[in-house]
Structures are given as C-alpha cells and as structure tokens.
C-alpha cells in the first residue's frame, strides 16, 4: 500500500483535492476531522482538555474561542493541547492504515505534515499550493477572519515554499478546479495497483 501524505497551508485548497482522491477511489485520513470528532459531543479529548484548560468544554464538547484564547501565541500551552490530541489522532490514524491495508493507495491529509514529522511514515508527499493573492482572498472570505489572525496562522506555519521545496508532487489550486482534477486524476492513474 501506496502512503501518500498530503498538506498545504490554510486556504490553499487541501480539502478540495482530498475529495478529488475520495472521488477518484483512494480513502483519505482527515487528521482536521479527527481532531473535531475527540473535541466534539463526547469526544474522547474532552475530559483531558478540561483538566488542563477548565472551563473550555461543555456538554456539546468545546468552547473553541475559549480555548483558542488559551493556547494562541503560548507554546507551553499549545504544546500540552497537542500532548492530549497527538496520540489519539495517531491511534485513529493506524487504524485507519489497518483497516485500508488491501488498498493499494491511501491518502494521509495532515495539515502540520512536514512540521510534526509525519511524512517520515509516507512514500510520497503533495503539496497543495496557490498564489498567496488567491490564498488570501479564499481566507479573508471566512467568517469571523481577519488580517491579523491570517498573518498569525501563517506565521505559525512552515512557509508554502518550503512546503513546495520538500514535496514529491505540488498540486497547483489556483487555477482552476478542472486543472486541479486533472493533476489529481493523472496522479492516482500513475499509482502502482495490486496484482
């Protein structure tokens, strides 16, 4: 089975081209929507997160802007949250490699890819990129986005082009959805398959 890890900076268009490989039969690992599923209605990190940060949960799982107030811009912080969050994802992440390992392809959709190490476990690595113009505009355009918070997220994050520097395949979003296809298609096409 053929691990393909694939990441991008926010708004460069990865859940896109990870519904791109869905649709074109290869099963993808959401590591986002892990994470929202352990801080949701019972989700497994809640009880951990209210011991190390009371007062961010409740009976619907998280008050997410009460944690975000919490571990924004503090590393020690940030780093406890990801010492709750990190193993559980990595439990659901090797199930999911157990429960896909006649496949002959799987798709690993990590955001902090490069930066938590987790391509070390690929055999190939794609980056989801697009010109920062559009970059910005497909952020700015979230809700209850700014400026400030955009440059703070970006500066959290390894740099798009040293993403791109270390990737196998970069898959290029800015230019519209049929390109983006066809580069996802022609990659999957080329992916050995099972005899």
Known sequence: MKIIGLTGSIGMGKSTVAAMFERLGVPVFDADAEVRALQ??????????????????????????????????????????????????????????????????????????????????????????????VQRARVLARPGMTRAKFEAILKAQMSDAEKRRRADVVIETGRGRRETWNKVRRLVARLPRKR
């Open 40 to 133: 949701g209605p019972g989700g497994r990190a809640l009880a951990a997160i209210e011991a190390a940060f009371p007062g961010t949960t409740h009976d619907g799982g998280l008050h997410r802007e009460k944690l975000g107030a919490a571990v924004f811009g503090d590393r020690v912080a940030l780093s406890r949250l990801e010492g709750i969050l990190h193993p559980l994802v990595a439990e659901a992440q090797s199930a999911f490699l157990g429960a896909h390992r006649l496949k002959n392809a799987v798709v690993l959709d990590v955001p902090l890819l490069f930066e938590k190490g987790g391509w070390a476990r690929c055999h190939m690595t794609v980056v989801v990129s697009a010109p920062l113009r």
